[in-house]
């Protein structure tokens, strides 16, 4: 019968689409591209995705010549499944084929300061970030105070003082919202303190000659939630840089007023070019 063909021929397809996208997340995970689209944290849920997607491909293929399958269709003379357009089925079917084809066809690109005018850039700390920060603290402080000595201090206390005591602060990209966070929210203590950091060079508009951002990606947990990050700078090195270009920045924090706020400003000491990290996504937990 011409409906068990295409409900043979139909599973077949399925199958073939689904181990088409295990072979497509294979590719990004052994390559290492998968970190390109979501954070490390959400890779189990990854494997497992895949693990799932072989398995029920397989069983689709596999099904796709089951004469048990087959034989529902009967000679009672009854049509038990609606008749499906050729065209129809095949604008379904190419829904899901184009994302595999185009998985296999095209490189993976890492974003850039582009990606700055669709979504905007939070100097600093995001205000929400900020305003979260303060009360975990306050709380933090409040419970200390309540249940320790009166010599006992926070972990938030004890970090700040570490930072606030090392000789240079260096940003790494383990510690970067934690450390941009506590510098932020207690901007006047790290005012001539020197910092190193390492980011994406990116201008406004009505940013001065010598101004910059250094800007880093932060994920949460894949790139629909990507945010960037920037921390001001300048200085004479900053001219003649270009927008996408990697920096290692060694300065001084002070601090500037935009849009109505305190923020970090970086007087750079030294500058120095360098090539883009394998990952340059900074991962937010």
């Keep these: 019968m011409d409906q068990t063909n295409d409900l043979g021929f139909q599973k077949y397809i399925r199958g073939i689409i689904l181990v088409g996208f295990t072979l497509l997340l294979f590719k ?125 201090k926070s972990v938030d206390e004890m970090y700040l003082e570490g930072l606030l005591n090392s000789d240079k602060i260096t940003v790494t990209d383990a510690e970067y919202s934690k450390i941009t966070k506590y510098i932020e929210t207690n901007l006047d203590k790290f005012v001539g303190k020197e910092i190193e950091i390492v980011g994406f060079v990116y201008r406004e508009t009505d940013f001065a000659q010598d101004e910059m951002s250094i800007s880093r990606f932060t994920v949460s947990c894949c790139v629909a939630d990507l945010q960037v990050m920037g921390t001001m700078a300048t200085g004479e090195a900053a001219k003649d840089l270009k927008n996408d270009e990697w920096v290692k920045v060694t300065g001084v924090i002070n601090k500037t007023n935009k849009n109505d706020r305190d923020i970090p400003l970086i007087e750079i000491g030294k500058l120095e070019k360098i090539e883009a990290p394998s990952d340059p996504y900074i991962y937010v937990f």
């Excluded at 290492?32 to 693990?51: E, Q, R, S, W």
């Excluded at 005018?117 to 709380?139: H, M, P």
């Excluded at 402080?141 to 000595?149: R, V, Y």
Aim: proline share 5%.
């Design 28 to 152: 990004l995970i052994i390559s290492g591209d998968i970190t390109n689209f979501i954070a490390p944290k959400m890779l189990p849920f990854v494997y497992f995705a895949a693990g799932t997607f072989l398995i029920l491909g397989i069983l689709q293929i596999w099904r796709s010549d089951s004469k048990k399958e087959l034989d529902i269709y009967c000679d009672c003379g009854l049509d038990h499944t609606g008749k499906r357009s050729p065209v129809k089925s095949l604008f379904v079917y190419s829904l899901f084929l184009f994302p595999v084809l185009t998985g296999f066809m095209f490189p993976e690109v890492v974003l850039d300061s582009s990606v700055i005018k669709n979504r905007g850039i939070n100097f600093g700390t995001a205000n929400t970030q900020v305003e979260a920060a303060q009360t975990a603290s306050n709380e933090t402080k409040t419970t200390t105070a309540e249940t320790s000595s009166p010599e006992a």
